[in-house]
T-cell receptor, first 114, second 114 residues
Framework: AQSVAQPEDQVNVAEGNPLTVKCTYSVSGNPYLFWYVQYPNRGLQFLLKYITGDNLVKGSYGFEAEFNKSQTSFHLKKPSALVSDSALYFCAVLGLDSNYQLIWGAGTKLIIKP | ETGVTQTPRHLVMGMTNKKSLKCEQHLGHNAMYWYKQSAKKPLELMFVYSLEERVENNSVPSRFSPECPNSSHLFLHLHTLQPEDSALYLC?????????????FGPGTRLTVT
């Protein structure tokens, strides 16, 4: 079955430190992977996606994600965290066996402390 | 802003009420979606419309009834809901319904069923 796992409910990082939000997936065929962010009282916003090509994908607000096929992971990273990065982050994978609809992770709450 | 608006932002309704949620997208997209977001759970896709035609209905109870009168507007009609239907309902749009393109989300309607 196709699935997405975000193993951490919450990640705490000090401002200025690097951050990583983890995502692993299970799909048949080549994966198409996405990260979205949700700020309080807002809808989700697209951050970045991997379709093909370079395994390191750069996105909005200085975020990047690394596609690792052997580990079936697509972790979100940022070299230096800002307090304003505090939000809920969702990983999603395009399910080719689910009529091309996104399969979502449960979300990871990222808290950046000053 | 994302170009997707939702009204109302908050709604409290009794189990015997009838209400409707409205979504409008100003992006010229061809696909629109309804999602249910509950705390610490993956987003649940409810309905997908492509060019005003419903293309996905993920086993949603009949007390939820969608309507898409044109490619810019999407409604979710609610009738005899249950307390477990309390959640954030998100509308989204994308260029097409194939899933490769990013989705643009509205801010959501926070629904409370009493």
């Amino acid at each position: 079955a196709q699935s997405v796992a975000q193993p951490e409910d919450q990640v705490n990082v000090a401002e200025g430190n690097p951050l990583t939000v983890k995502c692993t997936y299970s799909v048949s065929g080549n994966p198409y992977l996405f990260w979205y962010v949700q700020y309080p009282n807002r809808g989700l916003q697209f951050l970045l996606k991997y379709i093909t090509g370079d395994n390191l994908v750069k996105g909005s607000y200085g975020f990047e994600a690394e596609f690792n096929k052997s580990q079936t992971s697509f972790h979100l990273k940022k070299p230096s965290a800002l307090v304003s990065d505090s939000a809920l982050y969702f990983c999603a994978v395009l399910g080719l066996d689910s009529n091309y609809q996104l399969i979502w992770g449960a979300g990871t709450k990222l808290i950046i402390k000053p | 802003e994302t170009g997707v608006t939702q009204t109302p932002r908050h709604l409290v309704m009794g189990m015997t009420n009838k209400k409707s949620l409205k979504c409008e997208q100003h992006l010229g997209h061809n696909a629109m979606y309804w999602y249910k977001q509950s705390a610490k759970k993956p987003l649940e896709l409810m309905f997908v419309y492509s060019l005003e035609e419903r293309v996905e209905n993920n086993s949603v109870p009949s007390r939820f009834s969608p309507e898409c009168p044109n490619s810019s507007h999407l409604f979710l009609h609610l009738h005899t809901l249950q307390p477990e239907d309390s959640a954030l309902y998100l509308c989204a749009s994308s260029q097409d319904q194939q899933g490769f393109n990013e989705q643009y989300f509205g801010p959501g309607t926070r629904l409370t069923v009493t």
